[in-house]
T-cell receptor, first 113, second 115 residues
Framework: GNSVTQMEGPVTLSEEAFLTINCTYTATGYPSLFWYVQYPGEGLQLLLKATKADDKGSNKGFEATYRKETTSFHLEKGSVQVSDSAVYFCALSEGGSQGNLIFGKGTKLSVKP | EAGVAQSPRYKIIEKRQSVAFWCNPISGHATLYWYQQILGQGPKLLIQFQNNGVVDDSQLPKDRFSAERLKGVDSTLKIQPAKLEDSAVYLC?????????????FGPGTRLLVL
């Protein structure tokens, strides 16, 4: 079945450091890929998405590229801020009647000033 | 535009009691999802509705969980009787239902603790 694997956390970085959170997936079809973020005490928010191979999603300085050949969708940011501290979830969806999201376990990011 | 609303935000019950959660999706959204998020894990789908019909409930523990969306708008998820392992955050999400591979918008969740 379809699945998503994320790097284990927690990840602790200093402000302005470079961030990479690895995500790989297994899917039978051609899924859309998503990164969701969950700030402390809040619900899940869509951070970015990509719907086909080689698409790059970007938002708030974060970006991720849909790599079909490596079945990956790694999240990157060039310079993190304290306000980026949150849990990040990689997810996939095959759409339509299988439109539900399949999530990874999440990666907790803590950014220190 | 108002987001997905959920209530209550927190609930503490004893095992074998029953509990119900309510969700009001974004106005006009045809598709509604309930997810269960156990601490330290990603959300897992329980049930998906398209308008007032069930699209996927394959992962819903039907011996104790039930859900309805009678008028195709708001939805209720019920657990009866609750078990300790039901302690989790219950997330509701909605999407417009008009296109493939569309974005889901999540509510704040209901945090359930079963003692």
């Amino acid at each position: 079945g379809n699945s998503v694997t994320q790097m284990e956390g927690p990840v602790t970085l200093s402000e302005e450091a470079f961030l990479t959170i690895n995500c790989t997936y297994t899917a039978t079809g051609y899924p859309s890929l998503f990164w969701y973020v969950q700030y402390p005490g809040e619900g899940l928010q869509l951070l970015l998405k990509a719907t086909k191979a080689d698409d790059k999603g970007s938002n708030k300085g974060f970006e991720a590229t849909y790599r079909k050949e490596t079945t990956s969708f790694h999240l990157e940011k060039g310079s993190v801020q304290v306000s980026d501290s949150a849990v990040y979830f990689c997810a996939l969806s095959e759409g339509g009647s299988q439109g539900n999201l399949i999530f990874g376990k999440g990666t907790k990011l803590s950014v220190k000033p | 535009e108002a987001g997905v609303a959920q209530s209550p935000r927190y609930k503490i019950i004893e095992k074998r009691q029953s509990v119900a959660f309510w969700c009001n999706p974004i106005s006009g959204h045809a598709t509604l999802y309930w997810y269960q998020q156990i601490l330290g894990q990603g959300p897992k789908l329980l049930i998906q509705f398209q308008n007032n019909g069930v699209v996927d409930d394959s992962q819903l523990p039907k011996d104790r969980f039930s859900a309805e969306r009678l008028k195709g708008v708001d939805s209720t998820l019920k657990i009866q009787p609750a078990k300790l392992e039901d302690s989790a955050v219950y997330l509701c999400a909605s999407s417009s239902g008009t296109e493939e591979r569309e974005t889901q918008y999540f509510g704040p969740g209901t945090r359930l603790l079963v003692l």
